[in-house]
């Protein structure tokens, strides 16, 4: 076990709602980075939150947002949700933003858009 | 864009040694290649990495070529439970992210 974890570990929604989603990262470890994993593909890169800021961005829209608090857990919050968005979303913390820095995952949270 | 190709399948029985192969040519002298592997509908799970010299844990071991294009990952023994998705990864030394290709599902078979 990475120690991380997340909250709900399942949810549906419909087209159009708001979710949040929650992650604690490992004791110790201050950079929280977010991932969503599509059907039958590799995790692809949301944003990374280091010591509460947005340290990088991968390709999703700004409806994609994030919230990093002082404990360093984080949340990921995706508005007007459409079908797409339907995949396994993962958190992923390290000790620092760098490469050098070993990202461990926890269980993910599966989302479902209806 | 993907750095790396991998197999998209391969078999192993029980008990032997599996060899993941992995080919990341264009790989540059501040990037690492790390392994990960995924169980069906689990989160990834951190196995290895290494920048040059070979590496061991309990988990596995990782042999790079001397020139740095390709690698093996090797399971000494493999467990059905070792059956699961492998990912191979170059990143940066100053890249904040993991770019996760499509892997190889790797099947143990008794």
């Known amino acids: 076990e990475t120690g991380v974890t997340q909250s709900p570990t399942h949810l549906i929604k419909t087209r159009g709602q708001q979710v949040t989603l929650r992650c604690s990262s490992q004791s110790g470890h201050n950079t929280v980075s977010w991932y969503q994993q599509a059907l039958g593909q590799g995790p692809q890169f949301i944003f990374q939150?280091?010591?509460?800021?947005?340290?990088g961005r991968g390709n999703f829209p700004p409806r994609f947002s994030g919230l990093q608090f002082p404990n360093y857990s984080s949340e990921l919050n995706v508005n007007a949700l459409e079908l797409d968005d339907s995949a396994l979303y993962l958190c992923?913390?390290?000790?620092?933003?760098?490469?050098?820095?070993?990202?461990?995952f926890g269980p993910g949270t599966r989302l479902t858009v209806l | 864009d993907a750095k790396t190709t991998q197999p998209p399948s391969m078999d192993c029985a029980e008990g032997r040694a599996a060899n993941l192969p992995c080919n990341h040519s264009t790989i540059s002298g501040n990037e690492y290649v790390y392994w990960y592997r995924q169980i069906h509908s689990q989160g990834p799970q951190y196995i290895i990495h290494?920048?040059?010299n070979n590496e061991t844990n309990e988990m596995a071991s990782l042999i790079i070529t001397e020139d740095r294009k390709s690698s093996t990952l090797i399971l000494p023994h493999a467990t059905l439970r070792d059956t699961a998705v492998y990912y191979c990864i170059v990143r940066a030394n100053n890249d904040y992210k993991l770019s996760f290709g499509a892997g190889t599902t790797v099947t143990v078979r008794a």
């Open positions: 939150y280091y010591r509460e800021e947005e340290n």
């Open positions: 992923a913390s390290s000790l620092g933003e760098i490469g050098t820095d070993t990202q461990y």
């Open positions: 290494g920048l040059k």
